[in-house]
């Protein structure tokens, strides 16, 4: 079994390493020059335990790999890249390999869906720092994360297990879900307040905004008939495998917002996030001005070439009149 991992950022590169270590076949696809340090250097893997350069292997396209029929497909990609991967996927032939979508936002596993038959969500909580080419960084002991995964939109299959079975021996926490879209809707709630600490700069107080918008994303959630599940850090698996831990020598940057922000990157997943938020909103009739106003902000401040930390909460108020 062949474990193809498309996206080798903070997640995707963490978790590639982490099999690789655990003894499983990887080859991951990269592009940029995360490809080409991972290529030349292998990947700097820095955990509160590790610093180890871990050496897989890595290609610039699927279609530079020979899948099998029993092959695991890992996507971890940003959202805002999912159409032209999964366009990737289906030129190089690909078709009942089951496809796990590593990523936040709740809209992944529909557009794989309608191109792929076995698509399955995986909930990430993984705490990760990725703003150098060929290093990634993991903020979490004892365990590297916390993964539900489970088949979309609903159930669960040999696969499921199997990749569970794989990350845990990779000293990543990983179980089965039934429903696992209702906590990655859950962890959407956590992701919504990302563009906040990335427009303000890390740590920064905003008084009551995160609520505001965690209560228009409940709204919605109740109005749209959206079950959900509290993954946050007083859930018991949190509690029982992973904590927030720093890492020697690393500076905490924030999100990963605010990471791609300092990466220069012209586009976020604010509009997946914050943005699945104001879709629903607007199909469902329910208000949702501060949600809105953040993603308006997001996208102009990638456009741009803003650096986190720019903005004030002075300036998002008056974002959030104009919604």
Avoid at 117 to 122: A, E, K, L, R
Avoid at 219 to 229: H, Y
Avoid at 250 to 263: D, K, M, P, Y
Avoid at 292 to 306: F, K, P, S
Wanted: glycine share 10%; hydrophobic share 45%.
């Amino acid at each position: 079994m062949l474990f193809v991992i498309i996206g080798t950022g903070a997640i995707g590169g963490a978790v590639a390493a982490a099999l690789h270590r655990a003894g499983k076949t990887v080859v991951a696809v990269s592009r940029g020059a995360q490809f080409e340090a991972i290529r030349e250097q292998g990947l700097r893997l820095r955990t509160p335990e590790l610093d180890e350069i871990v050496r897989f292997p890595v290609v610039g396209a699927i279609h530079d790999i020979a899948l099998g029929p029993d092959d695991m497909i890992l996507l971890a990609m940003k959202g805002q890249d999912t159409s032209d991967a999964l366009e990737d996927l289906r030129a190089a032939g690909v078709d009942r390999q089951p496809i796990f979508c590593l990523q936040n936002g709740v809209a992944n596993e529909a557009k794989a869906l309608r191109l792929f038959p076995n698509v399955h969500g995986v909930t990430v909580i993984m705490p990760t720092l990725f703003t150098v080419p060929g290093e990634v960084v993991v903020q979490s002991s004892p365990r590297l994360g916390l993964f539900y995964v489970g088949r979309f939109p609903g159930g669960s299959d040999a696969a499921d297990q199997a990749l569970c079975d794989a990350l845990t021996a990779a000293d990543i926490a990983a179980f089965v879900k039934d429903d696992v879209m209702a906590s990655k809707y859950g962890k959407l709630l956590m992701n919504l307040s990302n563009i906040v600490g990335a427009a303000l700069g890390h740590g920064a107080s905003a008084p009551g905004l995160r609520e505001r918008m965690t209560d228009e994303a409940k709204s919605v959630f109740s109005a749209a008939g959206i079950d959900w599940e509290d993954v946050g850090t007083d859930h018991p698996d949190r509690l029982a495998h992973m904590n927030f831990t720093n890492v020697p020598g690393v500076e905490n940057l924030g999100t990963s917002t605010a990471q791609s922000f300092l990466r220069r990157t012209k586009r976020v997943e604010t509009d997946w996030l914050n943005g699945e938020i104001v879709w629903l909103g607007r199909l469902h009739g329910v208000p949702v001005p501060v949600n809105a106003a953040l993603t308006r902000i997001a996208a102009r401040m990638a456009r741009d070439g803003v650096a986190p930390g720019q903005m004030t909460v002075d300036d998002i108020e008056a974002e959030i009149r104009n919604s």
